[in-house]
């Protein structure tokens, strides 16, 4: 069974920082991509960032480049995200998503390239 869980998520005043996990079970990470994507109240779904399965290659999106740093731990089977320097506008749910590739270097941040997606967890950045 193929499951991904994240965690990490809470309140958080505007400068912190905070990590999310993504953990993997069912299967093991090193040939998928993951992808950690977000969704604020009345607002589309936007890619964030994402890890290809070599950890090569990665990619962020504009809006928080220098701020946030994708990894990835293979022999623990997750991958975080670690956010620094949070605005208000960074608060949503927070997924993360999987898609199995042997491309090494394979890193696409639109949501549509994922076959399995977490639950989500709440980021709220607030005084």
């Known amino acids: 069974q193929v499951q991904l869980v994240e965690s990490g998520g809470v309140l958080v005043q505007p400068g912190g920082s905070l990590r999310l996990s993504c953990a993997a079970s069912g299967f093991t990470l090193d040939y998928y991509v993951i992808g950690w994507f977000r969704q604020a109240p009345g607002k589309e779904r936007e890619g964030v960032s994402c890890?290809?399965?070599?950890?090569?290659?990665?990619y962020y999106a504009d809006s928080v480049k220098g701020r946030f740093t994708i990894s990835r731990d293979n022999a623990k089977n997750t991958v975080y995200l670690q956010m620094n320097s949070l605005k208000p506008e960074d608060t949503a749910v927070y997924y993360c998503?999987?898609?199995?590739?042997?491309?090494?270097?394979?890193?696409?941040?639109?949501?549509?390239?994922?076959?399995?997606w977490g639950q989500g967890t709440q980021v709220t950045v607030s005084s």
């Open positions: 890890i290809s399965s070599s950890s090569g290659s990665t």
């Open positions: 998503a999987a898609e199995p590739t042997l491309l090494d270097y394979y890193c696409p941040l639109d949501g549509k390239s994922y076959d399995y």
